[in-house]
Protein backbone atom coordinates (compact mmCIF):
# COMPACT_ATOMS: atom_id res chain seq x y z
CA UNK A 1 0.00 0.00 0.00
CA UNK A 2 1.42 3.38 -1.25
CA UNK A 3 1.51 5.68 1.12
CA UNK A 4 0.54 9.51 1.12
CA UNK A 5 2.96 12.51 0.56
CA UNK A 6 2.34 16.53 0.59
CA UNK A 7 3.81 16.28 -2.93
CA UNK A 8 1.54 13.95 -3.95
CA UNK A 9 -1.64 15.31 -1.63
CA UNK A 10 -0.75 18.67 -3.63
CA UNK A 11 -0.74 17.34 -6.75
CA UNK A 12 -3.70 15.28 -6.38
CA UNK A 13 -5.47 18.21 -4.85
CA UNK A 14 -5.10 20.57 -8.05
CA UNK A 15 -6.34 17.45 -10.79
CA UNK A 16 -9.01 17.62 -8.22
CA UNK A 17 -10.27 21.06 -8.23
CA UNK A 18 -9.34 21.66 -11.63
CA UNK A 19 -11.55 18.84 -12.76
CA UNK A 20 -14.15 19.77 -10.48
CA UNK A 21 -14.06 23.86 -11.94
CA UNK A 22 -14.34 22.00 -15.19
CA UNK A 23 -17.66 20.01 -14.68
CA UNK A 24 -18.98 23.50 -13.50
CA UNK A 25 -18.86 22.27 -9.33
CA UNK A 26 -18.11 24.64 -6.57
CA UNK A 27 -14.38 23.82 -6.27
CA UNK A 28 -13.05 24.17 -2.34
CA UNK A 29 -9.57 24.80 -1.41
CA UNK A 30 -7.66 21.37 0.31
CA UNK A 31 -5.34 21.85 2.82
CA UNK A 32 -3.65 19.29 5.25
CA UNK A 33 -4.09 19.17 8.30
CA UNK A 34 -7.43 19.53 9.83
CA UNK A 35 -7.81 21.82 12.71
CA UNK A 36 -9.38 18.71 14.97
CA UNK A 37 -6.73 16.35 15.99
CA UNK A 38 -7.56 12.96 14.98
CA UNK A 39 -9.84 13.54 11.91
CA UNK A 40 -8.81 12.56 9.05
CA UNK A 41 -11.21 14.88 6.54
CA UNK A 42 -13.21 18.03 7.77
CA UNK A 43 -15.18 20.46 5.78
CA UNK A 44 -14.99 24.00 7.12
CA UNK A 45 -17.97 26.56 5.38
CA UNK A 46 -16.17 30.02 4.92
CA UNK A 47 -18.71 32.99 5.68
CA UNK A 48 -18.09 34.09 1.63
CA UNK A 49 -19.32 30.72 0.77
CA UNK A 50 -16.65 29.09 -0.42
CA UNK A 51 -15.21 26.00 1.49
CA UNK A 52 -12.04 24.42 2.62
CA UNK A 53 -11.82 20.72 2.97
CA UNK A 54 -8.89 19.38 4.92
CA UNK A 55 -6.80 16.07 4.97
CA UNK A 56 -4.72 14.65 6.91
CA UNK A 57 -2.14 13.23 4.87
CA UNK A 58 0.66 11.94 7.28
CA UNK A 59 0.50 8.02 7.75
CA UNK A 60 -2.53 7.17 5.49
CA UNK A 61 -2.84 5.79 2.11
CA UNK A 62 -2.55 7.68 -0.64
CA UNK A 63 -5.78 5.68 -1.58
CA UNK A 64 -7.71 7.31 1.47
CA UNK A 65 -6.35 10.72 1.01
CA UNK A 66 -7.42 10.58 -2.59
CA UNK A 67 -10.56 9.47 -1.32
CA UNK A 68 -11.23 12.34 0.75
CA UNK A 69 -10.45 15.07 -1.52
CA UNK A 70 -12.94 13.37 -4.11
CA UNK A 71 -15.31 12.75 -1.07
CA UNK A 72 -14.70 16.89 0.00
CA UNK A 73 -16.15 17.84 -3.61
CA UNK A 74 -18.72 15.84 -2.88
CA UNK A 75 -20.13 17.55 0.13
CA UNK A 76 -18.95 20.93 -0.46
CA UNK A 77 -21.13 20.42 -3.42
CA UNK A 78 -24.55 19.00 -1.58
CA UNK A 79 -24.19 16.04 -3.98
CA UNK A 80 -26.33 13.21 -3.51
CA UNK A 81 -26.97 9.77 -5.32
CA UNK A 82 -27.07 9.63 -8.97
CA UNK A 83 -25.35 12.99 -9.44
CA UNK A 84 -22.56 12.15 -6.76
CA UNK A 85 -21.75 9.05 -8.16
CA UNK A 86 -21.38 10.61 -11.61
CA UNK A 87 -18.87 13.38 -9.83
CA UNK A 88 -17.13 10.69 -7.96
CA UNK A 89 -16.26 8.69 -11.11
CA UNK A 90 -15.22 11.55 -12.89
CA UNK A 91 -12.99 12.59 -10.31
CA UNK A 92 -11.70 8.93 -9.98
CA UNK A 93 -10.75 8.96 -13.16
CA UNK A 94 -8.53 12.28 -13.62
CA UNK A 95 -6.84 10.97 -10.56
CA UNK A 96 -6.30 7.47 -11.74
CA UNK A 97 -5.11 8.53 -15.25
CA UNK A 98 -2.53 10.95 -14.14
CA UNK A 99 -1.64 8.76 -11.50
CA UNK A 100 -0.62 6.29 -13.99
CA UNK A 101 1.60 8.49 -15.89
CA UNK A 102 3.10 10.06 -12.48
CA UNK A 103 3.91 6.17 -11.48
Known amino acids: ???ASSIRFSAAARL???EARAAGLVVPGFRSPPRI???DRTVRRRPDGGAIVAVRVRGRPFA????DLVEGVVAVN????????????RLWRVLEREGARAA
Open 1 to 3: MET
Open 16 to 18: VAA
Open 37 to 39: AGA
Open 64 to 67: AVAN
Open 78 to 89: GLAGDEADRCRR
